[in-house]
């Protein structure tokens, strides 16, 4: 395999690029047809007047119309054909990257939370606007300046000077242009995504903010941010639209002086009056992609930062190689030496973990807030990668495994338990398309919330909304449970399983976890409620983001009295229902 196919192998974008690549010359071609088939105007009004008038031949005039006509027509379907592989060429474009960048934008989030890597999928479309737009094809065009320049120069040399000093013109507006609004356009660009990930990372929160009284503050902060970036777009629109404007009045003017120019070299005999209309014609047509470059310099920027942004991101997060299928785990889970470090810092929040977790055995992390117990989760669901150390699941190390496959052997509840906008089944079934029913009712069956969700306004075809805003917190937590329970995976892992539970549920989450004990499954689990722990053969304990011991969990509660069991009420009153 050549070294270009190994890249474009590595990279999706490049490979994209490349097929564009091909498109694109067929785009040039057609192209160049359509540019030679501009000269059918100035060359008719050019026969017009220098032939037909003076001939008076209505023959004549009939068959170069029909000529002309028929030519035009070849034009406009060679501008439909042009305009329309560019659209398709699009389409494949867009399909070529977009699982790719969806990933990448996933993987991004993850390891920079505050690095707004969501815009970027914006980016492909903004791209591909460009590349199958008016913008590609001005930049198509622009080659065929210098000819039809060259043509009113062989018609007379002034002519041809008047024509050359209006593109010059025209060119050097659209790089004002450029020059004067490149740096606010980036501001404003900036500014407009901060706006925008702080309104989206604030409404996630609006029980809080209108509960607290802080809607005043944070609209306050949100406008300033948003009225930022109005600011420096209006600052770049006036900019542009002064050099718009100026380049029309120059285009206007240069029409009339052409025309003035021709007129008076008619007069003095030195060209014809049908060349003085082709002229006219011919310095349209080279001003016009130069004028529609102008138009089309705010799409362009666009699209030249939307790839600048696309392509570090595909060269700083390159094609993850082929992973070999491996066989389906039992739930074995080994831990040595493991460190783990957030994204974006540099002091371990975890570190010097060891432990095993064999299938069939519950494990009880234990410790106060701030120990790194969620860190630690984090990390054995592959979302954190381990620092140091390794983490092995049936002796296979977490990065040897596909992602995809990996999480279908694994079931996790994370401590804040987050819905998608869909139904209550597809969230159950993790939005897979080919979801059986069975699948999703045997696990809500085994979460406890199958007679729940059938109380629901449209039972499992309840649609929960952004969020799952529309659940309490105890009915997301248990439908969160059931979505960890789907696909019957090998090693389950709950991070504060109980955190939202009423009496009723958590009776519940101690019968499930008795099942999947019974069932042969691995379990992690997360709980400060000693009822909980004291279903654990083992228990970990953290302190201060070590681990300080590691054993069966009724020694380690002799050890710690601060762990001792508690009972839970006799007589409990729930504070919230959620069935």
């Not at 592989?85 to 996933?106: P, Q, S, T, W």
């Not at 109005?230 to 120059?250: M, P, T, Y």
């Not at 300080?548 to 001792?564: C, M, N, V």
């Amino acid at each position: 395999m050549s070294e270009s196919n190994i890249m474009a192998t590595q990279n999706p974008f490049k490979a994209a690029l490349q097929t564009y690549r091909t498109i694109l010359v067929a785009t040039i071609v057609f192209s160049v047809a359509i540019n030679l088939l501009m000269f059918v105007s100035p060359l008719y009004m050019l026969q017009v007047y220098d032939r037909v008038l003076h001939s008076r031949s209505e023959t004549t005039l009939l068959m170069i119309t029909f000529i002309a006509l028929a030519l035009l027509g070849i034009y406009a379907i060679l501008e439909w054909i042009r305009s329309r592989v560019l659209v398709r060429a699009g389409m494949r474009f867009d399909e070529m990257i977009a699982k790719a960048l969806f990933n990448r934008v996933v993987t991004s989030t993850i390891r920079q939370p505050n690095g707004k890597s969501e815009f970027v999928l914006a980016d492909v479309d903004r791209l591909r606007e460009f590349l199958t737009g008016s913008g590609l094809i001005a930049l198509c065009d622009v080659p065929w300046v210098p000819i039809f320049l060259l043509v009113c120069f062989l018609f007379h040399p002034m002519v041809g000077w008047v024509a050359l000093c209006g593109a010059v013109i025209v060119l050097a507006l659209a790089l004002a242009n450029e020059f004067l609004t490149k740096k606010t356009l980036n501001e404003a660009s900036g500014m407009g995504q901060s706006a925008q990930h702080f309104a989206n990372t604030t409404l996630q929160n609006v029980e809080a903010i209108r509960a607290l009284g802080m809607e005043g503050s944070l609209r306050s902060r949100w406008h300033d941010m948003h009225r930022g970036m109005l600011v420096k777009q209006a600052i770049a629109s006036d900019r542009a639209g002064a050099i718009q404007s100026l380049s029309k009045f120059v285009r206007m003017g240069l029409q009339t002086a052409i025309l003035g120019v021709g007129a008076y070299l008619v007069l003095e005999g030195e060209i014809s009056p049908g060349s003085m209309i082709a002229c006219s014609i011919l310095m349209g047509r080279a001003l016009q992609p130069v004028d529609q470059v102008v138009g089309q310099w705010k799409q362009f920027v666009g699209a030249r930062q939307a790839y600048g942004r696309l392509s570090n991101l595909f060269k700083q997060m390159p094609e993850q190689e082929e992973k070999t299928a491996l066989p389906a785990p039992s739930g074995r889970l080994s831990i040595n030496g493991l460190a783990v470090v957030a994204p974006g810092a540099r002091t371990a929040l975890l570190q010097g973990v060891t432990f095993d977790v064999q299938p069939g055995e519950a494990v009880a992390l234990v410790g106060p807030s701030g120990a790194g117990k969620s860190s630690l989760m984090r990390a054995l669901v592959g979302i954190w990668p381990a620092f140091s150390g390794s983490i092995r699941l049936d002796g296979a190390e977490l990065q040897h495994w596909d992602p995809d496959v990996l999480g279908k052997h694994l079931g996790y509840l994370p401590q804040s338990v987050e819905l998608f906008n869909g139904t209550v089944a597809e969230n159950i079934a993790r939005f897979q398309a080919d979801a059986d029913d069975k699948d999703v009712l045997a696990a809500a069956t085994q979460a406890r919330v199958h007679q729940m969700i059938q109380n629901l306004p449209d039972g499992y075809n309840t649609q929960i909304g952004i969020g799952g805003r529309s659940l309490s917190g105890g009915q997301r937590q248990r439908i969160g449970l059931a979505r960890a329970l789907y696909g019957n995976p090998s090693l389950i892992i709950l991070d504060e399983p109980n955190a939202n539970l009423d009496s009723e549920g958590e009776e519940s989450l101690f019968q499930i976890v008795q099942e999947l004990k019974a069932q042969g499954k691995a379990i992690l689990f997360v709980s400060h409620k000693m009822s909980l722990v004291s279903l654990a053969e083992k228990a970990l304990i953290l302190a201060e983001g070590r681990m300080r011991s590691f054993g069966p969990t009724q020694e380690l509660l002799k050890i710690k009295p601060a762990l001792k069991p508690v009972q839970p009420p006799t007589d409990p009153t729930p504070t919230r229902s959620i069935a």
